[in-house]
Protein backbone atom coordinates (compact mmCIF):
# COMPACT_ATOMS: atom_id res chain seq x y z
CA UNK A 1 0.00 0.00 0.00
CA UNK A 2 1.74 3.41 -1.20
CA UNK A 3 1.29 5.74 1.77
CA UNK A 4 2.61 9.21 1.83
CA UNK A 5 2.82 10.96 5.07
CA UNK A 6 3.60 15.16 5.66
CA UNK A 7 5.34 16.76 8.95
CA UNK A 8 6.54 19.91 9.46
CA UNK A 9 3.84 22.27 8.78
CA UNK A 10 3.64 25.17 11.27
CA UNK A 11 3.17 28.69 11.80
CA UNK A 12 6.08 31.03 10.96
CA UNK A 13 6.90 34.46 10.55
CA UNK A 14 7.00 36.64 6.73
CA UNK A 15 10.69 36.01 5.96
CA UNK A 16 11.21 32.83 7.92
CA UNK A 17 11.66 29.43 7.10
CA UNK A 18 10.18 25.68 6.91
CA UNK A 19 11.39 22.25 5.73
CA UNK A 20 8.42 20.01 4.91
CA UNK A 21 9.25 16.39 4.50
CA UNK A 22 7.60 13.72 3.58
CA UNK A 23 7.82 9.91 4.54
CA UNK A 24 7.36 7.16 1.21
CA UNK A 25 6.66 4.02 1.55
CA UNK A 26 4.78 1.12 -0.46
CA UNK A 27 6.50 1.98 -4.39
CA UNK A 28 9.52 2.04 -6.08
CA UNK A 29 11.18 5.71 -5.55
CA UNK A 30 12.97 5.34 -8.94
CA UNK A 31 9.93 4.58 -11.08
CA UNK A 32 7.82 7.84 -9.42
CA UNK A 33 8.03 11.52 -9.21
CA UNK A 34 7.45 13.07 -5.81
CA UNK A 35 6.13 16.08 -6.50
CA UNK A 36 4.40 19.10 -3.40
CA UNK A 37 1.20 20.77 -4.27
CA UNK A 38 -0.32 23.31 -1.79
CA UNK A 39 -3.75 24.75 -1.74
CA UNK A 40 -4.77 28.11 0.27
CA UNK A 41 -8.19 28.49 1.06
CA UNK A 42 -10.87 29.40 -1.88
CA UNK A 43 -8.25 28.96 -4.19
CA UNK A 44 -7.04 25.95 -6.59
CA UNK A 45 -4.73 23.36 -6.17
CA UNK A 46 -0.96 24.54 -7.49
CA UNK A 47 2.05 22.53 -8.32
CA UNK A 48 5.14 23.84 -6.04
CA UNK A 49 7.87 21.62 -6.86
CA UNK A 50 8.49 17.87 -8.19
CA UNK A 51 11.83 15.63 -7.67
CA UNK A 52 12.10 12.70 -10.08
CA UNK A 53 12.62 9.65 -8.45
CA UNK A 54 15.25 8.30 -10.88
CA UNK A 55 17.46 11.02 -11.82
CA UNK A 56 16.75 13.64 -9.25
CA UNK A 57 15.83 16.31 -12.26
CA UNK A 58 13.78 18.93 -10.29
CA UNK A 59 10.98 21.58 -11.37
CA UNK A 60 9.89 24.67 -9.61
CA UNK A 61 6.62 26.72 -9.74
CA UNK A 62 7.67 30.15 -10.52
CA UNK A 63 6.68 31.66 -7.43
CA UNK A 64 8.65 29.66 -5.40
CA UNK A 65 11.87 29.54 -7.52
CA UNK A 66 14.65 30.50 -5.72
CA UNK A 67 13.28 30.61 -2.30
CA UNK A 68 12.00 26.72 -2.62
CA UNK A 69 14.12 23.68 -2.32
CA UNK A 70 13.21 20.23 -3.08
CA UNK A 71 15.55 16.95 -2.26
CA UNK A 72 15.05 13.62 -1.01
CA UNK A 73 17.10 10.94 0.48
CA UNK A 74 16.25 7.45 -1.21
CA UNK A 75 17.83 5.59 1.63
CA UNK A 76 15.08 6.53 3.84
CA UNK A 77 12.28 6.87 1.42
CA UNK A 78 12.32 10.89 2.25
CA UNK A 79 11.25 13.81 0.22
CA UNK A 80 11.93 17.27 1.92
CA UNK A 81 11.23 20.66 0.35
CA UNK A 82 13.07 23.64 2.11
CA UNK A 83 11.20 26.78 2.42
CA UNK A 84 12.81 30.20 2.60
CA UNK A 85 12.00 33.78 2.29
CA UNK A 86 8.07 32.70 3.20
CA UNK A 87 5.83 35.01 1.90
CA UNK A 88 1.98 35.76 3.79
CA UNK A 89 0.94 34.39 -0.10
CA UNK A 90 2.79 31.39 0.69
CA UNK A 91 0.17 30.28 3.33
CA UNK A 92 -1.78 27.03 2.19
CA UNK A 93 -2.16 23.40 3.15
CA UNK A 94 0.83 21.55 1.26
CA UNK A 95 0.66 17.77 0.06
CA UNK A 96 3.24 15.30 -1.17
CA UNK A 97 1.98 13.62 -4.01
CA UNK A 98 3.72 10.60 -5.94
CA UNK A 99 2.89 9.80 -9.57
CA UNK A 100 4.34 7.19 -11.63
CA UNK A 101 7.19 8.44 -14.69
CA UNK A 102 6.96 9.59 -17.12
CA UNK A 103 2.91 11.34 -16.70
CA UNK A 104 3.97 12.85 -13.05
CA UNK A 105 5.80 15.28 -14.99
CA UNK A 106 4.11 15.82 -17.30
CA UNK A 107 0.87 16.39 -15.24
CA UNK A 108 3.03 18.93 -13.07
CA UNK A 109 2.73 21.63 -16.39
CA UNK A 110 -0.38 20.41 -18.18
CA UNK A 111 -2.97 23.11 -16.64
CA UNK A 112 -5.40 21.29 -14.64
CA UNK A 113 -3.79 17.48 -14.80
CA UNK A 114 -1.90 17.76 -11.12
CA UNK A 115 -5.14 16.34 -9.95
CA UNK A 116 -4.35 13.41 -11.86
CA UNK A 117 -1.43 12.75 -9.84
CA UNK A 118 -1.92 8.75 -8.45
CA UNK A 119 -1.19 8.71 -4.78
CA UNK A 120 -1.47 11.84 -2.35
CA UNK A 121 -0.64 12.65 1.38
CA UNK A 122 -3.35 14.33 4.30
CA UNK A 123 -1.33 17.36 3.75
CA UNK A 124 0.84 19.85 6.52
CA UNK A 125 -1.04 23.39 6.95
CA UNK A 126 1.65 26.41 6.32
CA UNK A 127 0.69 29.76 7.56
CA UNK A 128 3.24 32.55 7.16
CA UNK A 129 2.27 35.63 9.09
CA UNK A 130 2.73 39.08 7.89
Known amino acids: EVQLVESGGGLVQAGGSLRLSCAASGFTFDDYVIAWFRQAPGKEREGVSY????????YYADSVKGRFTISSDKVKNMVYLQMHGLKAEDTAVYYCAADRLPQGIIRMVVPGASLQYEHWGQGTQVTVSP
Open 51 to 58: ISGNDGST
